[in-house]
């Protein structure tokens, strides 16, 4: 607010004569809505200056009364009673949109994509990508569904791209994957080092909606071996991970692609686009584990550190050394046992001959982990009785490793009549049950200890959790886009997002919370236009939350008993910490909420500690609760 002087030419009452005066208003400044050009509002006219009594001491008070209005300003909002229910003016309006653009925009991707492309569209890349990203932190979905969500986004430009320019884009995205994934790569090296000499590793597949394969050569999208048991064909993508647990590389391949036929081209990619240590530890889980990625690993100056499979088969070798409770060390309370040993084992070097190498095992049993394996295996069990009771036959699961075809009857021996009955597979139960808790792990590292080698491993569970973010949180799948270039640009999308929300995670530090919770504050966050120049931000709430608590192993868990508060309104809370702004307000005016996005500074951890002297420890911290 602020004080307006007008010149006007009036008729003085006693003279006769035509004078001019100045004309005093107090006035505010506003926008209707972000970007628009600004206006004003006269709020109160206070006459003319020369009928005052003491000219000075009139704009002076006038003056005071600015200065106590701009200090402590009850919110005056008038309606229009005569507002319909679908009218635009009415329509809530979704703002974490507008203030996350400030985290992507301090990435500084909006000025590789502007100096790397070179089209003739008419469309703003920038825009879209921005957009595509954005977006679906809040609300995941289709191409299609994002885009009819536009509308209801505050701040953004509703005449930036259609639809088709989404889809056009998605070929430039695919074109620039590799400029963007090094470029954020290093961006965040450079806000954060890491230890560049660990690399986390895994794959996993998304489904698709279509039934039928694409020509061999001429896409990605195949049936194969399905995380989720899907029989539509799917793509299949590897993850690499940097030790803070941000994603540095993924690449997309055919839906029939096995596994550990991924490890090789990825790190070759890896090795290719990055400027890393000559000897990079590559840790992964026991599904890319086989002599020939160890091979590839080692003849390349590479390390590894692979969980090892000690069922069946392929882990006989280990088993006698694995119940051998006379090796093992273990905690006061038992609670925890290991042992440590160096094996030979024989491999083939880059000429193909084979040669003999060597390389630490770790052996641990802990009792957390086999109260997790009994559970997890009584519950297959009674899911297989179910099935045998109800003589279900469907696709295999995994309950039906403990159902057998038996042909003879146990009690007589005698050959049945019918073909085949199936039973519980009782020696199969009791095999297993012998391996609850018991974990093994090899590495070419032979100086590592058991503390380091189950730390480095530790942080695997970052690979598992993005898997999590990507499928549940962030909905990747089921993937609609048919063309390969748009399924590589849509992935890279996603890419980006999935790097967003590692940010505001990381930003959070000790306080970080799921990407389920910081989603659903983002879901939450929605206002409506008032009448009189101000935005009304509606109440950020909707879940009721519990007394959490320490368990043994160190991790949060919750009670049943409600603490009296809000866990979407505290967690908004955190959110607005990380993002280093306040909305404490119902209502402000519209040009001081739009400022408020330019104070928006995603602090990352290492550089508030390097204020206060200190470095921060560990990669992002514990996200279960």
Not at 166 to 183: A, G
Not at 185 to 194: F, Q, V
Not at 554 to 574: C, M, Q, R, S
Request: hydrophobic share 35%; net charge positive.
């Amino acid at each position: 607010m602020y004080i307006q002087k007008g010149k006007h030419r009036r008729t003085d009452p006693v003279t006769g004569e035509s004078v001019i005066k100045t004309q005093i208003q107090l006035v505010e400044s506003y926008r209707p809505s972000p970007g628009a050009a600004p206006k004003k509002r006269i709020i109160r006219s206070c006459g003319y200056l020369e009928d005052q009594a003491d000219p000075a001491a009139f704009l002076a008070a006038l003056k005071k009364e600015i200065e106590l209005a701009a200090a402590d300003k009850p919110r005056e909002v008038t309606i229009d009673a005569n507002l319909k229910i679908d009218d635009v003016k009415n329509r809530d309006l979704k703002y974490a949109y507008f203030l996350l653009e400030s985290v992507y925009r301090q990435t500084g991707l909006d000025r590789v994509i502007a100096d790397f492309r070179d089209s003739k569209a008419q469309y703003n890349l920038n825009d879209i990508v921005r957009y595509l990203s954005i977006i679906r932190l809040i609300y995941p979905d289709s191409k299609r569904a994002s885009f009819m969500l536009k509308e209801h986004i505050y701040g953004l430009n509703q005449d930036a791209f259609m639809l088709y320019d989404i889809y056009r884009s998605l070929d430039e995205l695919c074109d620039m994957r590799e400029l963007i994934q090094n470029y954020l790569a290093d961006w965040i090296e450079k806000k954060y080092p890491s230890d560049q000499s660990y690399v986390y590793l895994d794959a996993t597949n998304f489904y698709t909606e279509i039934d039928r394969d694409d020509e061999e050569g001429r896409g990605l999208r195949a049936r194969g071996v399905s995380k989720e048991r899907r029989v539509t064909p799917i793509v299949q993508m590897g993850l690499i991970l940097n030790a803070n647990g941000f994603p540095v590389l993924h690449e997309c391949y055919r839906g029939n692609t096995h596994d550990d036929k991924m490890l090789q081209p990825m790190i070759e990619l890896l090795r290719k686009r990055r400027n890393l240590p000559e000897k990079i530890i590559v840790v992964a889980d026991k599904g890319l584990n086989n002599s020939k990625n160890i091979d590839y690993l080692v003849n390349e100056g590479c390390g590894f550190l692979f969980s090892q499979t000690i069922k069946g088969n392929s882990g006989k070798r280990y088993q006698e050394k694995l119940f051998d409770e006379k090796l093992y060390t273990s905690n006061k309370d038992g609670s925890y046992k290991w042992h440590t040993y160096i094996e030979e084992y024989q491999g083939t070097d880059s000429e193909g001959k084979k040669v003999t190498r060597k390389r630490k095992v770790l052996m641990y049993w802990s009792k957390e982990n086999a109260e997790y394996d009994r559970a997890k295996r009584e519950k297959k069990v009674k899911r297989a009785e179910k099935s045998i009771e109800n003589a279900v036959y469907t696709t295999a699961k995994s309950k039906d490793r403990y159902i057998e075809e038996v042909h003879v009857d146990k009690q007589t021996g005698e050959v049945l009549d019918v073909k085949t009955v199936n039973d519980l597979n009782t020696d199969k139960i009791e095999s297993d049950a012998k391996f609850d808790g018991y974990m093994c792990m090899i590495t070419s590292e032979l100086d590592y200890d058991e503390k380091k080698i189950r730390k480095v491993y530790h942080n695997l569970e970052f690979i598992e959790d993005t898997f999590g973010i990507d499928k549940s949180d962030l909905s990747f799948r089921p993937i609609y886009c048919h063309k390969e270039s748009h399924i590589r640009g849509h992935f890279m999308a996603c890419h980006i997002s999935v790097f967003l929300m590692r940010l505001i995670q990381f930003a959070m530090g000790e306080d970080a919370i799921s990407a389920e919770r910081i989603q659903r504050v983002f879901q939450n966050m929605v206002l409506d236009m008032s009448a009189s120049g101000y935005v009304h931000l509606h109440s950020v709430s909707g879940n009721i939350q519990f007394e959490k608590y320490l368990d043994k192993a160190g991790y949060y868990a919750y009670t049943l008993k409600p603490n009296g508060e809000d866990e979407v309104t505290n967690d908004f809370k955190l959110v607005q910490k990380a993002l280093g702004i306040e909305l404490p307000n119902a209502y402000e005016k519209i040009e001081v909420f739009n400022k408020k996005k330019k104070k928006i500074k995603l602090m990352l951890q290492n550089e508030e500690k390097k204020k206060r002297g200190r470095k921060r420890k560990g990669p992002i911290p514990d996200l279960t609760v």
